[in-house]
Antibody, heavy 123, light 107 residues
Framework: QLQLQESGPGLVKPSETLSLTCSVS??????????WGWIRQPPGKGLEWIGTIYYTGSTYYNPSLKSRVIISVDTSKNQFSLNLSSVTAADTAVYYC???????????????WGQGTLVTVSS | DIQMTQSPSSLSASVGDRVTITCRAS??????LNWYQQKPGKAPKLLIF???SLQSGVPSRFSGSGSGTDFTLTISSLQPEDFATYYCQQSYSIPYTFGQGTMLEIK
């Protein structure tokens, strides 16, 4: 059973880079069955998809964040990572990593999710 | 971007009630629609994928239907553990987008 766990600093200064890692257990990140995604949720607000990566390194990003986001994968550590540059207070959110599964007809969904980690952008 | 609009934004209901939440897409998304449940302080949990497929382990009182632009999530008989916020999400095109959420509260 797949389990995901986010880790990284809980406080980042404005204009700096937010860096988070998601550790995957119960399965291999290099499995052809899964992609891996990041989603965020500002306090008291809704969910926003940030981007998705395949173990080969292929990435798909939300155009609204694309200029500031890099998602990478480390198959040797069974981890994938999120870097978000030039952060502002608007990037304060709970950041979730999730397995991004695809069905036979290109339907896709996020399951399971990590527990989430709150990142606050403040000086 | 495809906008997802849920209604209502909040809903009060009693244990045993039948509840329906609606999700409308700003353009046709075929059946590329997922539903998630989120409880306070917890990560979202997948309930239904591809409009009507029940995720493993999810009780059968949850069901989904729809196609094109209009979709519904139905809970046939509310249980105490069902009081939560529900989100729809389209997986038809990038960027994948979520509805604003429907908060289901105890009456």
């Amino acid at each position: 059973q797949l389990q995901l766990q986010e880790s990284g600093p809980g406080l980042v200064k404005p204009s700096e880079t937010l860096s988070l890692t998601c550790s995957v257990s119960g399965g291999f990140i290099s499995s052809s069955s899964y992609y891996w995604g990041w989603i965020r949720q500002p306090p008291g607000k809704g969910l926003e998809w940030i981007g998705t990566i395949y173990y080969t390194g292929s990435t798909y990003y939300n155009p609204s964040l694309k200029s500031r986001v890099i998602i990478s994968v480390d198959t040797s550590k069974n981890q994938f990572s999120l870097n978000l540059s030039s952060v502002t207070a608007a990037d304060t959110a709970v950041y979730y990593c999730a397995s991004h599964s695809w069905g036979a007809t290109s339907n896709n969904w996020f399951d399971p999710w990590g527990q989430g980690t709150l990142v606050t952008v403040s000086s | 971007d495809i906008q997802m609009t849920q209604s209502p934004s909040s809903l009060s209901a009693s244990v045993g009630d039948r509840v329906t939440i609606t999700c409308r897409a700003s353009q046709g998304i075929a059946n590329y629609l997922n539903w998630y449940q989120q409880k306070p302080g917890k990560a979202p949990k997948l309930l239904i994928f591809a409009t009507s497929s029940l995720q493993s382990g999810v009780p059968s009182r949850f069901s989904g239907s729809g196609s094109g632009t209009d979709f519904t999530l139905t809970i046939s008989s509310l249980q105490p553990e069902d009081f939560a916020t529900y989100y729809c999400q389209q997986s038809y095109s990038i960027p994948y987008t979520f509805g604003q959420g429907t908060m289901l509260e105890i009456k």
